[in-house]
């Protein structure tokens, strides 16, 4: 597994809601606690986004300590005013891919080919992939060396589509996430709707809702801490 001590963070560039005109975008909170919880482990965070757009944030909550310090964070600021782009980035300059959540995701995640090798090249070093909320989206697609999805076999949780048509959105994504995901093999566990929910396979980690985002960064932090090389605060 790489030697770097970096984790990257992919959100959404699209931000327009299907056909409804309203506006989406990657949710606050699922990127604000893991930022915090990777940062105060030690570990450098960037971000990255899936085409040619910039990250809208979406539900956002400034009465949330955590996403009000996320949201004001300047080095924050500056990378979602210029994020990275799958195609320009190394798979070996990482110890973890974490695919933060928002509806917009189930439009660009899925079929961008560049993020998808990102995500099967650091599993294949040995490193984690983690996914929360509408996040997992970006797994329905990631294939191995092998030929086989990612996901087939493992154990893991996202967005449920009871929680989709709770929302009333089912008819309005392309696509029925948790359904999907079982179509690729996965074994999906999902709890009530907006309960927090995390599951942890070996190196694949996901969070059901944004009710899951500090559980599940802790649950990658602590995965990571069990890889060669420990956490950020050890190196």
């Known amino acids: 597994m790489t030697d770097s001590n970096a984790i990257l963070m992919v959100l959404t560039g699209h931000s327009e809601l299907g056909e409804t005109g309203r506006v989406t975008g990657f949710h606050v909170a699922e990127a604000a606690y893991p930022w915090k919880a990777f940062t105060e482990a030690g570990y450098r965070v960037d971000f990255a986004t899936s085409g040619t757009g910039t990250p809208t944030p979406d539900s956002a909550d400034r009465s949330d300590p955590t996403q009000r310090d996320f949201l004001d964070d300047a080095g924050v600021l500056e990378q979602l005013a210029d994020p990275k782009r799958p195609l320009d980035i190394d798979a070996a300059g990482y110890k973890a891919i974490f695919y933060v959540g ?94 927090a929910n995390t599951v942890v396979d070996d190196r694949l980690v996901t969070g059901q809702n944004p009710a899951s985002a500090p559980m599940t960064a802790a649950a990658v932090v602590e995965v990571l801490e069990r890889l060669p090389g420990g956490t950020g605060n050890q190196r």
Do not use: Q
Request: hydrophobic fraction near 40%; proline fraction near 3%.
């Open 102 to 195: 928002g509806h917009g995701t189930m439009w660009d995640f899925p079929n961008d080919t560049a993020l998808s090798g990102l995500a099967r090249d650091i599993y294949e070093a040995g490193g984690v992939v983690a996914a929360i909320c509408h996040g997992p989206a970006g797994l329905v697609n990631v294939k191995l060396s092998d030929g086989s999805y990612l996901v087939d076999g493992k154990s893991l949780t996202s967005f449920t589509d009871s929680e989709e048509r709770a929302v009333k959105a089912m008819d309005i994504v392309p696509f029925a996430l948790e359904s999907t995901l079982v179509e690729r093999g996965a074994h999906h566990t999902g709890m009530a709707d907006f309960t």
